[in-house]
């Protein structure tokens, strides 16, 4: 076996890509039939889904950038509930403050209208991650990080 590919599981950057590739694209088909269901056209709702992906990693990577930043100049250091929270606010923030204006405008509706579709993909992406990443785990193993040490 390799050195990304041990008896527990896929690890290192192997992991992250296998893993980004995986949720982003389910995220798309997803998305997609999700933006069908609510009365949107499909080669819109596939362009919307793919667009909202690249901006969802982009600003993943930059957000993080720039939170881990920020952390690492805080006197008091760890991740607190409290930290957690204004993490997942300030990503989930960042993202609809972008999407909530492209989704209007992409499909023709008013801004109350893709808050709401914004809303009901917050929603969706809440169930889906947390199923996802058991999922994954169950496949693919625990990151060595999570390993109980032996």
């Known amino acids: 076996m390799n050195a990304t ?56 990577v930059t957000f993080n950038h720039l939170f881990e930043k920020w952390e ?20 989930e923030g960042g993202l609809a403050l972008a999407l909530i204006p492209l989704m209007a405008w992409w499909f023709g509706v008013s801004l109350w209208q893709a808050t709401l579709m914004e809303a009901g993909l917050l929603l969706f992406f809440l169930v889906y991650t947390y199923a996802f990443n058991w999922a994954f785990d169950r496949i693919f193993g625990l990151p060595t990080s999570a390993q109980a040490v032996c």
């Open 72 to 91: 690492s100049r805080q006197s008091v250091k760890g991740r607190s509930v409290a930290r957690r929270v204004t993490h997942a606010l300030g990503f």
């Open 5 to 60: 590919h041990t008896a527990r599981g896929l690890q290192g950057p192997w992991r992250r890509l296998v893993f980004v590739c995986l949720y982003e694209l389910i995220a798309i088909l997803a998305s997609s039939l999700l933006f069908m269901a609510i009365g949107q056209g499909a080669g819109a709702s596939g362009a919307m889904a793919v667009v909202a992906s690249t901006l969802a990693i982009a600003w993943n």
